[in-house]
C-alpha cells in the first residue's frame, strides 16, 4: 500500500503541472466551442424513430474514408476529453455526448436519445442553444 502511494506522490510531482495546464486548457476550449456546436444540432435532431442514412459522397473513397477517420478520431478526443473532465473542471458530460454524437458505431442514436432525455442534459443544451439566438430542440419520445 505504501509503494502505490509513492508511486502517485511521484507520478504527481512529475505531471501534476502539466494536467492541471491540461485541464485548464480543456475547460477553456470547452466552454468557447461547446455553444457552437450545439448551435449547429438540427432542431429535430431527437425526434427520429432512426438514423437517416446520407446520400451517398461524391468525394473519392479514400478521401471520404480519411474525413470519417478524422472524425471518429475527434469524436474520441471529445470523448476522452470529457471522462477526463468529469474529474477536473469543465464540461465533462457535453464533452462526452458530443463526442458520442460525432463518431460512428452501432447504436448510436439510441445512446443519442437516452442521454438527451435526461432532464438536466437537456435543459443544458437548450439553455445553450437560446444563448445562440437558435430554437430549443425537440424532445424524443420517451422508449
Same mark, same amino acid.
Given at each position: 500500500?505504501?509503494?502505490?502511494?509513492? *508511486?502517485?506522490?511521484?507520478?504527481?510531482?512529475?505531471?501534476?503541472?502539466?494536467?492541471?495546464?491540461?485541464?485548464?486548457?480543456? *475547460?477553456?476550449?470547452?466552454?468557447?466551442?461547446?455553444?457552437?456546436?450545439?448551435?449547429?444540432?438540427?432542431?429535430?435532431?431527437?425526434?427520429?424513430?432512426?438514423?437517416?442514412?446520407?446520400?451517398?459522397?461524391?468525394?473519392?473513397?479514400?478521401?471520404?474514408?480519411?474525413?470519417?477517420?478524422?472524425?471518429?478520431?475527434? &469524436?474520441?478526443?471529445?470523448?476522452?476529453?470529457?471522462?477526463?473532465?468529469?474529474?477536473? $473542471?469543465?464540461?465533462?458530460?457535453?464533452?462526452?455526448? *458530443?463526442?458520442?454524437?460525432?463518431?460512428?458505431?452501432? &447504436?448510436?442514436?439510441?445512446?443519442?436519445?437516452?442521454?438527451?432525455?435526461?432532464?438536466?442534459?437537456?435543459?443544458?443544451?437548450?439553455?445553450?442553444?437560446?444563448?445562440?439566438?437558435? $430554437?430549443?430542440?425537440?424532445?424524443?419520445?420517451?422508449?
Amino acid at each position: 500500500m505504501e509503494a502505490a502511494w509513492t *508511486f502517485t506522490i511521484e507520478f504527481f510531482d512529475a505531471w501534476g503541472l502539466w494536467l492541471a495546464i491540461g485541464s485548464i486548457a480543456m *475547460f477553456i476550449i470547452s466552454i468557447a466551442i461547446m455553444p457552437y456546436i450545439v448551435a449547429r444540432i438540427p432542431v429535430d435532431y431527437f425526434t427520429h424513430h432512426g438514423r437517416h442514412r446520407m446520400s451517398q459522397s461524391t468525394r473519392h473513397p479514400i478521401i471520404a474514408l480519411f474525413i470519417a477517420g478524422l472524425k471518429n478520431l475527434l &469524436g474520441a478526443v471529445l470523448l476522452l476529453a470529457g471522462l477526463i473532465m468529469l474529474f477536473t $473542471p469543465g464540461q465533462g458530460v457535453l464533452s462526452i455526448l *458530443f463526442g458520442l454524437m460525432i463518431m460512428n458505431y452501432p &447504436g448510436k442514436y439510441r445512446l443519442e436519445c437516452w442521454i438527451i432525455q435526461k432532464p438536466l442534459i437537456l435543459n443544458t443544451v437548450n439553455s445553450m442553444r437560446e444563448k445562440q439566438g437558435q $430554437p430549443r430542440l425537440l424532445e424524443p419520445e420517451a422508449d
